[in-house]
């Protein structure tokens, strides 16, 4: 069983930069389908980019393409989210995800019933 870990989070202020860590264990190996979301309160889960794990092209959401950038350390297991330029609306819970059915490629995406293993999350809190 995979189990996911995110860390990294904590308040900054306006304009300020946090990068997330999603730790996979035991492993997570090339070929899955891995994406972040976050969920501010009394929101709905936001998807904020998707990546099949191996291909070089990530999926971003709108609201975040051009300061959020995913990377991947597949010795390390852990998926990353680079955040810039944040501002008061980026404050939300962030979680990682996986689909561990690896259905391929074509089925990745920001569609939250894609995915089927959750982290717990980590809180990003951005001041004014």
């Known amino acids: 069983q995979v189990e996911l870990a995110e860390s990294g989070g904590g308040s900054v202020q306006t304009g300020g930069s946090l990068r997330l860590s999603c730790a996979a264990s035991?492993?997570?190996?090339?070929?899955?389908?891995m994406g972040w979301f976050r969920q501010a309160p009394g929101a709905e889960r936001e998807a904020l980019v998707s990546?099949?794990?191996?291909?070089?092209?990530?999926y971003y959401a709108d609201s975040v393409k051009g300061r959020f950038t995913i990377s991947q350390d597949i010795a390390k297991s852990t998926l990353y989210l680079e955040m810039s330029n944040l501002k008061p609306e980026d404050t939300a819970v962030y979680s990682c995800?996986?689909?561990?059915?690896?259905?391929?490629?074509?089925?990745?995406?920001?569609?939250?019933?894609?995915?089927?293993?959750w982290g717990q999350g980590t809180q990003v809190t951005v001041s004014s």
């Open positions: 035991p492993y997570i190996l090339n070929n899955y389908c």
């Open positions: 990546i099949y794990i191996g291909r070089p092209t990530p």
């Open positions: 995800a996986a689909d561990l059915a690896r259905r391929g490629p074509a089925l990745c995406s920001l569609n939250p019933g894609t995915y089927n293993t």
